[in-house]
């Protein structure tokens, strides 16, 4: 295995588990702060919103970038 197909996987999963952490967080900080329904929602809209655009710049970097 070559250190670019390491550093591709160990990204991919690493980031994957950092992002279901951050979920536990958030779901933690709504349940103590008892944000309610649309709190809730609120807190999983603006963590989805910063994922996405995560996920959108990657993918504007490798289709764009030659």
């Known amino acids: 295995m070559s250190e670019e197909q390491f550093t591709n996987w160990s990204m991919g999963i690493l980031l994957t588990g950092l992002i279901i952490f951050m979920g536990f967080i958030v779901w933690d900080l709504g349940k103590k702060s008892q944000a309610g329904k649309f709190g809730m929602f ?21 289709f764009l970038m030659p």
């Open 42 to 62: 609120i807190l999983f809209l603006v963590l989805g919103l910063g994922v996405g655009g995560f996920v959108f710049k990657n993918i504007l970097v490798e």
